[in-house]
């Protein structure tokens, strides 16, 4: 079946510093891949995404590349903020996107000023 | 143009009680789909409807059911709540075609005591 690994949290980082968040995935087929993020109390929102492979997703200084290859999707941020401060879940749908999105477990990330 | 929203924002049941969540997709959109989000986790996809009719399903039982109307918006109807079932409920909609993107509401927090 098709599955979303995210690496585990949480995160805790200073402001300004690197963001690299894991996520690898299984999928018979070739799968979109998403990048979502929920604030709190909130519901989730598209951060970013790729439907092929090499493509890049980018958004709000955010970055994933869709690597086929190593099955993986990582998500980067070259100087975080505190209003980055969320979890964050990567996902994947088949289809173009049209079916279900299978969801990893999240990575709660923190920002300290 | 209109999001995607949800009602009610919160909620409170008994076990063994029945409960209607209600979906308004954003404009345009033509495809709903529902999720449950346990505290922690990440969503597990529950079903989704496109055209009015069940367009897939996930691993949840038939007290789970839905509807989707003319107008795309949708009902999540669960019967004889358990206490597993509390969770937040999240609605996205999307439009069916090569570049589909779900897009997410707020979602409805149900509390089953």
């Known amino acids: 079946g098709n599955s979303v690994t995210q690496m585990e949290g949480p995160v805790t980082l200073s402001e300004e510093a690197f963001l690299t968040i894991n996520c690898t995935y299984t999928?018979?087929?070739?799968?979109?891949l998403f990048w979502y993020v929920q604030y709190p109390g909130e519901g989730l929102q598209l951060l970013l995404k790729?439907?092929?492979?090499?493509d890049k997703g980018s958004n709000k200084g955010f970055e994933a590349t869709y690597r086929k290859e190593t099955t993986s999707f990582h998500l980067e941020k070259g100087s975080v903020q505190v209003s980055d401060s969320a979890v964050y879940f990567c996902?994947?749908?088949?289809?173009?996107?049209?079916?279900?999105?299978?969801f990893g477990t999240g990575t709660r990330l923190t920002i300290i000023p | 143009e209109t999001g995607v929203t949800q009602s009610p924002t919160h909620l409170i049941k008994t076990r063994g009680q029945q409960v209607t969540l209600r979906c308004s997709s954003q404009?345009?959109?033509?495809?709903v789909s529902w999720y449950q989000q346990a505290l922690g986790q990440g969503p597990q996809f529950i079903f989704q409807?496109?055209?009015?009719?069940?367009?897939g399903r996930g691993n949840f039982p038939p007290r789970f059911s839905g509807l989707q109307f003319p107008n795309y918006s949708s009902e999540l109807n669960v019967n004889a709540l358990e206490l597993d079932d509390s969770a937040l409920y999240l609605c996205?909609?999307?439009?069916?075609?090569?570049?589909?993107?779900?897009?997410f509401g707020p979602g409805t927090r149900l509390t089953v005591l």
């Open positions: 996205a909609s999307s439009l069916r075609d090569n570049t589909d993107t779900q897009y």
């Open positions: 999928a018979t087929g070739y799968p979109s």
């Open positions: 790729a439907t092929k492979a090499d």
């Open positions: 996902a994947l749908s088949l289809n173009f996107g049209n079916e279900k999105l299978t």
């Open positions: 404009s345009g959109h033509n495809t």
């Open positions: 409807y496109y055209r009015e009719e069940e367009n």
